[in-house]
């Protein structure tokens, strides 16, 4: 299957610095890619929609001017925590659907554990 | 997007077949029925999808009643590696429509 990669893979800061967060389709082009959030021991919650070239669409109580997503071409979306707090600690995943397939299957990358300390 | 409901956990020995099940009674026409597997720290990873009927693949098979208000996943002969989160979605996913998960349920696989 297709791959996604996430850079980094964790990532420790201190309250108040901002973090970047690297999603690549390796091996194929994704106009959309989403970026999911998951807390210990609960399920994955979509945060954003992210489109090549466009702004992203961001879920009902997720702040667009705290997670900034830049989606600059049609291999790399990128997810920055702004001014990260320690209730920003959690597991961010991105995922992205490969374009050739005709339905549904979406990729997901390893995820990257940000701890705010 | 079609309300799922699973168990929420599941105990299983090693060797033994792994029955879950997911129920999904406001599925519409063009829905399909797809199953994913997360283990701690990583993301999900696909396993198998199906409309109706019968899949099956060299992971698990998935079966579908005619009235598609349900699912089975069925891993046979789980190892201790199977250990993980199983998450069932209902939709038609194509284009910028996201994946939406549910509770999931934990499998835990003991020797």
């Known amino acids: 299957g297709a791959v996604v990669s996430q850079h980094p893979s964790w990532v420790i800061c201190k309250s108040g610095t901002s973090v970047k967060i690297e999603c690549r389709s390796l091996d194929f082009q994704a106009t959309t890619m989403f970026w999911y959030r998951q807390f210990p021991k609960q399920s994955l919650m979509l945060m954003a929609t992210?489109?090549?070239?466009?702004?992203?669409?961001?879920e009902q109580g997720v702040e667009k001017d705290k997670f900034l997503i830049n989606h600059a071409s049609l291999t790399l979306s990128t997810l920055t925590v702004t001014s990260a707090h320690p209730e920003d600690s959690s597991f961010y995943i991105c995922s992205a659907r490969d374009n050739r397939q005709a339905l549904n299957e979406q990729f997901f990358g390893p995820g990257t554990r940000l701890t705010v300390l | 997007l079609a309300k799922t409901t699973q168990p929420i956990s599941m105990d299983s020995y090693e060797g033994q077949e792994v029955n879950i099940t997911c129920s999904h009674n406001?599925?519409?026409?063009?829905?399909?029925i797809t199953w994913y597997q997360q283990f701690p720290s990583q993301g999900p990873r696909f396993i198998i999808q199906?409309?109706?009927t019968k899949v099956t693949n060299e992971v698990a098979s998935l079966f579908i009643p005619a009235d598609r208000k349900s699912s089975t996943l069925s891993l046979p002969r789980v190892s201790l590696s199977d250990t993980a989160v199983y998450y069932c979605?209902?939709?038609?996913?194509?284009?910028?429509?996201?994946?939406?998960f549910g509770k999931g349920t934990r499998l835990s696989v003991i020797a």
């Open positions: 406001n599925i519409a026409t063009n829905d399909y």
């Open positions: 199906g409309y109706k």
């Open positions: 992210s489109n090549e070239g466009s702004k992203a669409t961001y």
């Open positions: 979605l209902v939709g038609f996913y194509s284009g910028n429509t996201p994946l939406v």
